[in-house]
């Protein structure tokens, strides 16, 4: 039978929006000493916003259209930023079928006239696409998220998205150093620059930052943490549910995450407050030292 003093730590870190999915979970989280956070709607708040529109043919509202017309069919923080430009600028979507969502690089589909695709330059690079005009370096010059929208192996231009970092996460990264977590990991699947920018931000060391990550380079990294330490992984996408499922303890951001996300997690982070996680760890270790 499972111990009073953990039944207890369940229904206060329940109370606190830390869902534990039982109470190994929160026996291992004890033991964690290295935390993996993704970047995008974990660290950052996700509620990001177009910043910039570069369409080549210069016609923004159809470069719009269409890329909304894509982005209708993702959960997507990116996505949602896209079609809050739409929205505000009044504009029709175009209507795209077919539509795939490709984990870590972006999204495909099929519009009247063939296939259509928006993604990182990962997928550029596998449309055979090239996107070296000026106006496309341009965008990619400040620290922020560039989607890239194409079709076929032709870039028809890009957005840029700023997100920004969650007002608690600073505070819940010194949090979990003062509690003895020895390292603290930030991966992405965006670009370098930007988790630069956003880990400076969080007090991160550069070498703690890993960019361009794919979904299974995220486990991949997970792995090799854990043959150091005890490792939790913190994300919300569909993009972390492996590495999730790798960590020894997998936590999913509740309130706005994936289901894949959740389903694949230990825990459920409902709150945005991400000192919350802080006050988990520190119970956990609490409650470890009391049934001990
Ligand atoms: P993170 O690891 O920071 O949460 P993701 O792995 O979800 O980020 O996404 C990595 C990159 O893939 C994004 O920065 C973006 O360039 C691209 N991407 C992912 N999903 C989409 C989408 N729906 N539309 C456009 N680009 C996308
Ligand atoms: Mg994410």
């Given at each position: 039978s499972v111990p009073a003093a953990i039944l207890s730590a369940l229904s206060a870190a329940a109370r606190g929006g830390v869902l534990f999915k039982g109470g190994a979970a929160l026996e291992t989280l004890a033991a964690v000493d290295t935390f993996a956070f993704d970047k995008?709607?974990?660290?950052?708040?996700?509620?990001a916003a177009v910043t910039q529109v570069v369409a080549l043919d210069g016609d923004e509202d159809r470069f719009l259209s269409l890329l909304g017309g894509l982005e209708a069919h993702s959960e997507h923080h990116i996505a949602a930023a896209i079609r809050r430009e739409v929205a505000t600028r009044d504009l029709n979507i175009a209507n795209v079928v077919d539509v795939n969502a490709r984990p870590g690089v972006g999204i495909e589909g099929f519009d009247a006239l063939g296939p259509v695709w928006a993604g990182n330059s990962y997928l550029v690079e596998e449309m055979g696409a090239?996107?070296?005009r000026p106006e496309l370096q341009k965008i990619a010059g400040n620290a922020q998220t560039v989607i890239y929208l194409g079709r076929g192996a032709t870039v028809l231009g890009a957005v840029s998205v700023a997100d920004e970092t969650r007002p608690s996460s600073a505070a819940a990264l010194a949090a979990l150093r003062d509690s003895g977590v020895r390292r603290i990991v930030m991966m992405t699947g965006d670009r370098k620059p930007v988790a630069l920018r956003i880990g400076a931000e969080l007090g991160l060391k550069p070498e703690e930052i890993h960019a361009g990550m794919l979904p299974h380079d995220k486990v991949r990294e997970v792995g090799e943490l854990a043959a150091t330490g005890k490792v939790a992984f913190v994300g919300d996408g569909v993009n972390d549910a492996a590495a999730l499922a790798r960590a020894d303890v997998g936590i999913a951001?509740?309130?706005?995450?994936?289901d894949v996300a959740l389903q694949a997690a230990?825990?459920?982070?409902?709150?945005?407050?991400?000192e919350r996680l802080a006050q988990a760890h520190r119970l956990a270790r609490r409650t470890a030292s009391i049934i001990r």
């Open positions: 995008t709607g974990t660290l950052t708040t996700g509620r090239r996107i070296d951001m509740g309130a706005a995450g994936s230990d825990v459920a982070l409902l709150s945005e407050d991400m």
